[in-house]
T-cell receptor
Framework: GQNIDQPTEMTATEGAIVQINCTYQ??????LFWYQQHAGEAPTFLSY????GLEEKGRFSSFLSRSKGYSYLLLKELQMKDSASYLC????????????FGTGTRLLVSP | ETGVTQTPRHLVMGMTNKKSLKCEQH?????MYWYKQSAKKPLELMFV???????ENNSVPSRFSPECPNSSHLFLHLHTLQPEDSALYLC?????????????FGPGTRLTVT
Protein backbone atom coordinates (compact mmCIF):
# COMPACT_ATOMS: atom_id res chain seq x y z
CA GLY A 1 0.00 0.00 0.00
CA GLN A 2 1.01 3.61 0.32
CA ASN A 3 1.35 5.96 3.24
CA ILE A 4 2.12 9.68 3.26
CA ASP A 5 2.64 11.53 6.52
CA GLN A 6 2.89 15.26 7.16
CA PRO A 7 2.13 17.34 10.25
CA THR A 8 -1.45 18.46 10.60
CA GLU A 9 -0.75 22.03 11.59
CA MET A 10 2.16 24.43 12.03
CA THR A 11 2.47 28.03 13.14
CA ALA A 12 5.15 30.59 12.39
CA THR A 13 5.67 34.35 12.46
CA GLU A 14 6.01 36.76 9.60
CA GLY A 15 9.57 36.96 8.26
CA ALA A 16 10.59 33.62 9.71
CA ILE A 17 11.56 30.35 8.01
CA VAL A 18 9.44 27.20 8.26
CA GLN A 19 10.09 23.64 7.11
CA ILE A 20 7.20 21.30 6.38
CA ASN A 21 8.19 17.64 6.32
CA CYS A 22 6.65 14.80 4.38
CA THR A 23 7.52 11.11 4.68
CA TYR A 24 6.18 8.49 2.36
CA GLN A 25 6.09 4.76 1.76
CA UNK A 26 4.88 3.74 -1.66
CA UNK A 27 5.52 1.40 -4.53
CA UNK A 28 6.28 2.71 -7.99
CA UNK A 29 7.61 6.08 -6.79
CA UNK A 30 8.05 8.48 -9.69
CA UNK A 31 8.42 11.91 -8.10
CA LEU A 32 6.95 14.17 -5.44
CA PHE A 33 4.86 17.32 -5.74
CA TRP A 34 4.06 20.10 -3.32
CA TYR A 35 0.84 22.05 -3.73
CA GLN A 36 -0.47 25.10 -1.89
CA GLN A 37 -4.18 25.40 -1.14
CA HIS A 38 -5.76 28.50 0.35
CA ALA A 39 -9.08 27.98 2.12
CA GLY A 40 -11.88 27.58 -0.39
CA GLU A 41 -9.54 27.70 -3.37
CA ALA A 42 -7.88 25.30 -5.81
CA PRO A 43 -4.61 23.59 -4.96
CA THR A 44 -1.83 25.26 -6.95
CA PHE A 45 1.49 23.73 -7.98
CA LEU A 46 4.57 24.77 -6.03
CA SER A 47 7.31 22.28 -6.85
CA TYR A 48 8.23 18.89 -8.26
CA UNK A 49 11.20 16.71 -7.29
CA UNK A 50 12.13 13.44 -8.93
CA UNK A 51 15.88 13.32 -8.19
CA UNK A 52 17.52 13.64 -4.80
CA GLY A 53 18.47 17.14 -3.78
CA LEU A 54 17.19 20.64 -3.32
CA GLU A 55 15.14 22.61 -5.82
CA GLU A 56 14.96 26.33 -5.15
CA LYS A 57 12.29 28.64 -6.52
CA GLY A 58 12.29 32.10 -5.00
CA ARG A 59 11.23 32.00 -1.36
CA PHE A 60 10.24 28.34 -1.64
CA SER A 61 12.57 25.33 -1.81
CA SER A 62 11.81 21.63 -1.88
CA PHE A 63 14.09 18.76 -0.96
CA LEU A 64 13.86 15.05 -1.74
CA SER A 65 15.67 11.97 -0.46
CA ARG A 66 14.41 8.91 -2.29
CA SER A 67 16.40 6.47 -0.17
CA LYS A 68 14.84 7.86 3.00
CA GLY A 69 11.35 8.37 1.62
CA TYR A 70 11.52 11.95 2.80
CA SER A 71 10.81 15.41 1.44
CA TYR A 72 10.47 18.87 2.89
CA LEU A 73 9.17 22.22 1.74
CA LEU A 74 11.10 25.22 3.01
CA LEU A 75 9.42 28.62 3.09
CA LYS A 76 11.63 31.65 3.73
CA GLU A 77 10.74 35.25 4.62
CA LEU A 78 7.23 34.20 5.53
CA GLN A 79 4.38 36.50 4.59
CA MET A 80 0.82 36.57 5.88
CA LYS A 81 -0.40 35.37 2.49
CA ASP A 82 1.56 32.13 2.99
CA SER A 83 -1.11 31.02 5.48
CA ALA A 84 -2.57 28.04 3.65
CA SER A 85 -2.55 24.25 3.52
CA TYR A 86 0.46 22.59 1.93
CA LEU A 87 -0.16 19.25 0.28
CA CYS A 88 2.54 16.66 -0.32
CA UNK A 89 1.70 14.35 -3.23
CA UNK A 90 3.58 11.30 -4.48
CA UNK A 91 3.59 10.46 -8.17
CA UNK A 92 3.34 6.73 -8.87
CA UNK A 93 3.83 4.82 -12.07
CA UNK A 94 1.42 2.08 -11.03
CA UNK A 95 -2.12 1.87 -9.71
CA UNK A 96 -5.32 3.73 -10.42
CA UNK A 97 -4.47 6.85 -8.46
CA UNK A 98 -1.11 7.96 -9.84
CA UNK A 99 -0.97 11.11 -7.72
CA UNK A 100 -1.46 10.20 -4.06
CA PHE A 101 -1.88 13.04 -1.59
CA GLY A 102 -1.11 13.46 2.07
CA THR A 103 -3.71 15.05 4.34
CA GLY A 104 -1.97 18.41 4.11
CA THR A 105 -0.28 20.72 6.61
CA ARG A 106 -2.18 23.80 7.62
CA LEU A 107 0.28 26.67 8.11
CA LEU A 108 -0.74 29.74 10.08
CA VAL A 109 1.50 32.79 9.77
CA SER A 110 1.03 35.40 12.47
CA PRO A 111 2.28 39.02 12.60
CA GLU B 1 -11.27 32.22 -19.32
CA THR B 2 -8.09 30.43 -18.43
CA GLY B 3 -7.19 27.37 -16.40
CA VAL B 4 -9.79 25.04 -14.94
CA THR B 5 -13.24 26.32 -14.03
CA GLN B 6 -15.99 24.63 -12.05
CA THR B 7 -19.66 25.39 -11.53
CA PRO B 8 -21.44 25.75 -9.27
CA ARG B 9 -19.05 26.81 -6.53
CA HIS B 10 -21.53 25.87 -3.82
CA LEU B 11 -24.40 23.37 -3.89
CA VAL B 12 -26.89 22.29 -1.27
CA MET B 13 -29.07 19.34 -2.17
CA GLY B 14 -31.44 16.94 -0.54
CA MET B 15 -30.93 13.21 -0.62
CA THR B 16 -33.60 12.74 -3.27
CA ASN B 17 -32.34 15.44 -5.64
CA LYS B 18 -30.46 15.05 -8.90
CA LYS B 19 -27.80 17.60 -9.75
CA SER B 20 -24.70 17.87 -11.91
CA LEU B 21 -21.29 19.43 -11.38
CA LYS B 22 -19.51 20.91 -14.37
CA CYS B 23 -15.83 21.32 -15.08
CA GLU B 24 -14.15 22.98 -18.04
CA GLN B 25 -10.45 23.21 -18.84
CA HIS B 26 -8.94 25.72 -21.25
CA UNK B 27 -5.43 24.27 -21.24
CA UNK B 28 -5.60 21.81 -24.12
CA UNK B 29 -5.00 18.88 -21.79
CA UNK B 30 -5.84 15.27 -22.56
CA UNK B 31 -6.63 13.96 -19.07
CA MET B 32 -9.27 15.12 -16.60
CA TYR B 33 -9.99 14.00 -13.04
CA TRP B 34 -12.62 14.21 -10.31
CA TYR B 35 -11.35 14.26 -6.72
CA LYS B 36 -13.21 14.29 -3.42
CA GLN B 37 -11.71 16.32 -0.58
CA SER B 38 -13.17 15.70 2.88
CA ALA B 39 -12.05 17.34 6.09
CA LYS B 40 -8.85 15.86 7.51
CA LYS B 41 -8.62 13.29 4.70
CA PRO B 42 -6.33 13.13 1.67
CA LEU B 43 -7.67 13.99 -1.76
CA GLU B 44 -9.37 10.87 -3.07
CA LEU B 45 -9.41 10.21 -6.80
CA MET B 46 -12.87 9.26 -8.01
CA PHE B 47 -12.63 9.15 -11.79
CA VAL B 48 -10.06 9.62 -14.53
CA UNK B 49 -10.66 10.35 -18.18
CA UNK B 50 -7.83 10.18 -20.67
CA UNK B 51 -8.54 11.25 -24.25
CA UNK B 52 -12.26 11.24 -23.34
CA UNK B 53 -12.25 7.60 -22.30
CA UNK B 54 -12.70 6.58 -18.70
CA UNK B 55 -9.51 4.82 -17.72
CA GLU B 56 -10.73 2.89 -14.73
CA ASN B 57 -13.46 3.22 -12.21
CA ASN B 58 -12.47 3.17 -8.60
CA SER B 59 -14.79 1.77 -5.95
CA VAL B 60 -17.03 4.85 -6.10
CA PRO B 61 -20.76 4.39 -5.37
CA SER B 62 -23.00 4.36 -8.41
CA ARG B 63 -24.82 7.45 -7.14
CA PHE B 64 -21.87 9.31 -8.68
CA SER B 65 -21.84 9.15 -12.48
CA PRO B 66 -19.17 10.90 -14.59
CA GLU B 67 -19.51 12.09 -18.15
CA CYS B 68 -16.82 13.44 -20.48
CA PRO B 69 -18.37 14.61 -23.78
CA ASN B 70 -15.08 16.05 -25.09
CA SER B 71 -11.56 16.73 -23.90
CA SER B 72 -12.46 20.13 -22.44
CA HIS B 73 -15.56 19.27 -20.43
CA LEU B 74 -16.25 16.94 -17.53
CA PHE B 75 -19.44 16.41 -15.58
CA LEU B 76 -20.28 14.62 -12.36
CA HIS B 77 -23.92 13.63 -12.13
CA LEU B 78 -25.25 13.17 -8.62
CA HIS B 79 -28.40 11.36 -7.47
CA THR B 80 -29.74 10.03 -4.18
CA LEU B 81 -26.67 11.17 -2.29
CA GLN B 82 -25.99 10.57 1.40
CA PRO B 83 -24.96 13.13 4.04
CA GLU B 84 -21.46 11.59 4.12
CA ASP B 85 -21.04 12.68 0.49
CA SER B 86 -20.81 16.28 1.68
CA ALA B 87 -17.31 17.43 0.67
CA LEU B 88 -15.34 19.63 -1.70
CA TYR B 89 -15.31 18.14 -5.20
CA LEU B 90 -12.28 19.14 -7.22
CA CYS B 91 -11.77 18.80 -10.93
CA UNK B 92 -8.24 18.67 -12.35
CA UNK B 93 -6.56 18.26 -15.70
CA UNK B 94 -3.11 17.36 -16.96
CA UNK B 95 -1.41 17.03 -20.31
CA UNK B 96 -1.23 13.28 -20.04
CA UNK B 97 -2.28 10.83 -17.37
CA UNK B 98 1.02 8.97 -17.28
CA UNK B 99 3.58 11.71 -17.73
CA UNK B 100 5.25 13.32 -14.74
CA UNK B 101 3.48 16.60 -15.30
CA UNK B 102 1.55 18.58 -12.79
CA UNK B 103 -2.19 18.54 -12.44
CA UNK B 104 -4.07 21.81 -12.61
CA PHE B 105 -7.02 22.09 -10.26
CA GLY B 106 -10.27 23.97 -10.44
CA PRO B 107 -11.58 25.91 -7.40
CA GLY B 108 -13.97 23.11 -6.46
CA THR B 109 -17.65 22.73 -5.70
CA ARG B 110 -18.54 22.74 -2.02
CA LEU B 111 -21.36 20.18 -1.78
CA THR B 112 -23.66 19.87 1.21
CA VAL B 113 -26.17 17.01 1.31
CA THR B 114 -29.04 17.54 3.72
Amino acid sequence: GQNIDQPTEMTATEGAIVQINCTYQTSGFNGLFWYQQHAGEAPTFLSYNVLDGLEEKGRFSSFLSRSKGYSYLLLKELQMKDSASYLCAVKRDTGFQKLVFGTGTRLLVSP
Amino acid sequence: ETGVTQTPRHLVMGMTNKKSLKCEQHLGHNAMYWYKQSAKKPLELMFVYSLEERVENNSVPSRFSPECPNSSHLFLHLHTLQPEDSALYLCASSQDRNAADEQYFGPGTRLTVT
